[in-house]
């Protein structure tokens, strides 16, 4: 059992930054890929980033590739989502997503099994 607690969004002017944190409870972090998705209203979720449990190994979306990067700190059971050049595009509730099954992170929402409760980010023009 996992319990995933996102923190660090907030309201932003495009262009702007922001630093998500998740942090895990329990001893076994290093045994979960990691995801970030988020979902604006009327939207379905989407997959914004993934690190694999070691943390060498992530993945993007076109959407965010060069602009957001997922990392992760195994000791301190937490992985982070920094986002640049904010996009008023980029609004919407980010959360993240612990799997127990895949070595790599994968964009299917239905693989993760664990999910926090959001953290909103609001991205202005």
């Known amino acids: 059992q996992v319990q995933l607690v996102e923190s660090g969004g907030g309201f932003v002017q495009a262009g702007g930054s922001l630093r998500l944190s998740c942090a895990a409870s329990g001893r076994t972090f290093s045994r979960y890929s990691m995801g970030w998705f988020r979902q604006a209203p009327g939207k379905e979720r989407e997959f914004v980033a993934g690190?694999?449990?070691?943390?060498?190994?992530?993945q993007y979306p076109d959407s965010v590739k060069g602009r957001f990067t997922i990392s992760r700190d195994n000791a301190k059971n937490t992985a982070y989502l920094q986002m640049n050049s904010l996009k008023p595009e980029d609004t919407a509730v980010y959360y993240c997503?612990?799997?127990?099954?895949?070595?790599?992170?994968?964009?299917?929402?239905?693989?993760?099994?664990?999910w926090g409760q959001g953290t909103q980010v609001t991205v202005s023009s």
């Open positions: 997503a612990a799997d127990s099954l895949h070595l790599l992170a994968t964009s299917k929402p239905s693989d993760y099994d664990y």
């Open positions: 690190v694999s449990r070691s943390g060498g190994i992530a």
